[in-house]
């Protein structure tokens, strides 16, 4: 039996609510690996099988109760979408305006012979990068359920992301990024306040560096999948796309992986759209890109397998997209199979030339992770793999301009005749 959905009480005091009450319709969490159930309001990591659990909700009292229509006229933010969020207490709500990012045509598409290319900018996020989504739920729900100490590892957007949420949230945060992170992802991070700790070597280092100091310190390990509330927030990115498009799904969604939080949360949006009846269709075909230096999901599902071999030595630009055996890899390639998907891998060199090739056509500063999308899109569109009439979304996971020093350019200086005319 679903449990019922519970409605927040107000804060004691006068001090009115950050956001309005709603309804949470939160029922359990279920395992992504072996099924089972848990319950809604007790602090958990992964199932005990290992897996990542996932957030279930009482769809069937939603669908009944609220109407997509609802939404008209809710604050341009993710917390739009509170009845299919797991936090109970609005006034809980730890915020910096994240989410509703512009769904934005991309003129690089029409001049490739693709009709329609759209790309979700999620650069225009708090910290700069769709990380601030996952960020504002997970510490918003760890602190519901008493969290006080996280610690955690990234690559280095989540890191800064959730050191910022730490920060405004009251939480303390411990944070280990690998000493390549971009230069305003680590000044970010420590003019938080937080701990900072870089090491050598990529993120399965620091995943084990964090799940130590949790063991020994009493905090609460908040890595990737190893709390269930991170990929609600990121699943408003589909809620949003499904918005702004009037309520329809494209035809394909190509995304940059690492982890697979964000395409997980993207397809899970979409399947929930789908049981309340508020979309309808069928769900896109998702494409996936990584660097050919870390490509375990690509070489998984060329070999028709279920699970990652892990990425032995990575070389990749820094940043994003270094995860050699991503914790979910199963679901990712479930995903894809399902439908009728792909995963492709494109070089460091080819996502740095696409990043200044959309800024000549849009001038739009994709991140280089993002832009491994558009060096995808390239490919299939010259074999075939998508066509001219598909209706495309690429997703922009972070402003280029952390990755600013990756483009050495030349500038004119300004000379004695220029100086005369001026």
Request: hydrophobic share 40%; aromatic share 6%; net charge neutral.
């Amino acid at each position: 039996m679903k449990s019922p959905p519970l409605r927040a009480a107000r804060p004691a005091g006068n001090e009115p609510p950050a956001l309005p009450d709603w309804q949470s319709y939160l029922s359990h969490l279920e395992c992504a690996q072996c099924g089972s159930t848990h319950p809604p309001h007790a602090l958990h990591g992964l199932c005990t099988c290992g897996g990542p659990l996932l957030c279930r909700y009482d769809l069937d009292s939603l669908g009944k109760q609220v109407r997509r229509e609802d939404l008209v006229g809710r604050e341009a933010s993710l917390w739009r979408y509170r009845e299919l969020l797991p936090v109970q207490h609005p006034a809980q709500a730890v915020t910096l305006g994240e989410g509703f990012t512009p769904l934005l045509p991309l003129q690089w598409g029409a001049r490739h012979g693709l009709r329609t290319l759209r790309v979700k900018d999620e650069g225009r996020n708090p910290t700069g990068t769709f990380k601030a989504r996952g960020a504002a739920v997970g510490v918003t729900r760890l602190r519901e359920l008493g969290v006080r100490r996280v610690v955690l590892s990234s690559s280095g957007n989540a890191g800064d992301a959730w050191a910022t949420y730490c920060r405004r949230a009251g939480i303390d945060a411990t944070i280990f990024l690998p000493d390549d992170a971009p230069a305003t992802t680590l000044a970010e991070a420590a003019l938080s306040g937080q701990r900072v700790h870089t090491f050598g070597g990529h993120n399965s280092r620091g995943g084990r560096l964090a799940n130590a100091f949790a063991a020994s310190r009493d905090a609460f390990c908040a890595n990737t999948f190893q709390e269930p509330y991170r990929l609600e927030g990121k699943k408003t990115m589909g809620l949003e796309i499904a918005e702004q498009l009037g309520w329809r799904m494209p035809d394909v969604v190509v995304y940059p992986i690492g982890g697979g939080v964000g395409l997980i949360g993207i397809w899970k949006a979409f399947a929930e759209l789908l049981e309340l009846g508020w979309v309808e269709g069928r769900m896109p075909r998702f494409i996936v890109t990584q660097y050919d230096g870390c490509a375990p999901i690509v070489e998984a599902f060329a070999s028709n397998r279920m699970r990652c071999v892990p990425w032995g030595s990575i070389d990749t630009l820094p940043g994003g997209l270094r995860a050699p055996k991503p914790i979910a890899d199963f679901l990712v390639l479930r995903i894809l199979r399902e439908t009728n998907g792909a995963a492709i891998a494109v070089s460091g060199e080819a996502a740095l030339a696409a990043v200044r090739q959309v800024m000549a056509t849009d001038g739009l500063f994709l991140c280089p992770e993002a832009a491994t999308t558009i060096v995808a899109l390239r490919q299939l569109l010259a074999n075939g793999g998508i066509g001219s009439d598909e209706d495309v979304v690429v997703v922009n996971t972070g402003s280029g301009l952390k990755y600013a020093s990756l483009f050495p350019v030349a500038t004119n200086r300004v000379d004695d005749d220029m100086e005369a005319i001026a």
